[in-house]
């Protein structure tokens, strides 16, 4: 069986109080009926008064996230 839902990608970072980046994306594509998958290049820890701090994913990790999206 074909799963017809439309399918999209967001490559984005992972805001921890859930107002942007990835977990955003995601709302909005489900609110649109589609399905979303994501690849995250960053996690924040920050809130409505700012980004206390950054993490950044590593190029290797990055790209073993879009391969496994692909096979």
Do not use: C, E, R
Not at 3 to 21: E, F, H, R, Y
């Amino acid at each position: 069986m074909v799963n017809k839902t439309p399918q999209v990608l967001t490559i984005a970072g992972m805001d921890s109080s859930g107002g942007a980046g990835v977990s955003a994306d995601l709302k909005t594509f489900a609110a649109q009926g589609v399905y979303g998958a994501n690849v995250i290049v960053a996690l924040t820890a920050q809130n409505t008064m700012g980004v206390q701090q950054v993490s950044m994913t590593s190029p290797s990790m990055i790209h073993a996230q879009l391969k496994w999206k692909f096979v």
